[in-house]
């Protein structure tokens, strides 16, 4: 499956492990969910967490959303991006399943950090577009990585996923890092005028299959 970039991993797969460290429940709007917390080889608590339905273990073909931490649009509801809306949309679909995965990684900007993407956002208002404002700061425009994400996969026993994306990025990337990615399944949002111009620059600059 094509990608329109590179993905520059932080760690070989080799070096990427971590384990379950605690699970509880998780009563939702959306539904009854697991939660569950990680660390890694050196015993120290991870921030990214799982939000899980049913019993995955063994599973094959689990519907899976890898979600990037948008504090902006997860917390606050910004119309700035479509972040909340597919984290939602996400959590009905895990609902309705009888199992699923989605992982909330604390990769905030795609990577660099709320501080930096609230200056990206000056940027953008200063008329460039969410690419370019990233590399203005110094970034490529996608820092994340996806070898922590495969790790709690791994974890939690899944055989392989369906991942719920639009960005053939995090296909590759999970690829990359021994995830067995049985299929993508497009996650579509309406479009509101407050984030036209981000969507439309997902999909003809970052290669997001809008």
Do not use: W
């Not at 970039?5 to 797969?13: D, T």
């Not at 959590?91 to 200056?119: D, F």
């Amino acid at each position: 499956m094509p990608v329109p970039h590179a993905i520059a991993l932080r760690l070989p797969l080799s070096q990427v492990e971590v384990e379950v460290l605690a699970r509880a429940r998780l009563p939702s709007r959306h539904g009854e969910f697991e939660i569950l917390s990680f660390r890694d080889s050196l015993g120290r608590p991870l921030d990214d967490v799982a939000v899980i339905r049913g019993d995955v273990r063994g599973g094959e073909e689990i519907a899976t959303r890898v979600h990037s931490e948008c504090l902006t649009g997860d917390v606050f509801g910004s119309f700035r991006c479509d972040c909340r809306e597919q984290l939602e949309l996400a959590l009905q679909r895990v609902a309705n399943s009888e199992t699923g995965v989605i992982l909330y990684m604390r990769q905030e900007g795609r990577g660099i950090g709320i501080a930096h993407k609230i200056r990206a956002y000056a940027l953008q208002e200063a008329g460039l577009d969410t690419v370019d404002a990233n590399r203005h700061l110094g970034f490529d425009d996608d820092m994340r990585d996806y070898g922590v994400a495969a790790a709690m996969l791994r974890a939690m026993e899944v055989n392989s996923v369906v991942l719920h994306t639009n960005n053939l990025l995090k296909v590759e990337g999970l690829q990359t890092n021994g995830v067995v990615v049985a299929k993508r399944e497009p996650i579509i949002t309406a479009p509101r005028a407050e984030n036209a111009r981000y969507l439309s620059t997902k999909r003809d600059r970052s290669g997001h299959l809008l």
